[in-house]
């Protein structure tokens, strides 16, 4: 089990909230948080649901991120197969160079005239 602690300025709340902790206490003008709570596997609080084909994983004190299984990605991991990375930059190499020349062209002109 690996535990986590923070020790603090006893004004500031622990991180994510005391919920996010095991214990929370002030000593010598100091707050300690100890003992950090996995979001994912708690079965006092809500249940975070993640997606199908996805999967709860902590992402810092009070905090989760789904991530997608296998091979799914896209909106809520509803996508199977291969990313289409070579499409995706395709599209996005070519709508940036159209954009490039257009803009240079139309600046160009004011260059010159100024």
């Known amino acids: 089990?690996?535990?986590?602690?923070?020790?603090?300025?006893?004004?500031l709340e622990c991180p994510g909230g005391n919920a996010s902790w095991e214990s929370s206490e002030v000593k010598h003008n100091a707050r300690i948080c100890e003992g950090q709570r996995d979001?994912?596997?708690?079965?006092?609080?809500?249940?975070?649901?993640?997606?199908e084909n996805s999967f709860c994983r902590p992402y810092g004190p009070g905090f989760f991120e789904c991530s997608c299984l296998g091979d799914f990605h896209g909106y809520k991991c509803l996508r199977q197969g291969e990313f289409p990375i070579l499409e995706v930059l395709g599209i996005l190499s070519a709508s940036t160079a159209v954009l490039s020349s257009l803009l240079w062209f139309t600046q160009r002109r004011r260059v010159r005239s100024v």
Do not use: E
């Not at 979001?39 to 997606?51: G, L, R, S």
């Open 1 to 11: 089990m690996n535990i986590v602690s923070s020790i603090l300025p006893s004004q």
């Open 39 to 51: 979001v994912c596997n708690q079965t006092m609080k809500i249940a975070w649901n993640c997606p």
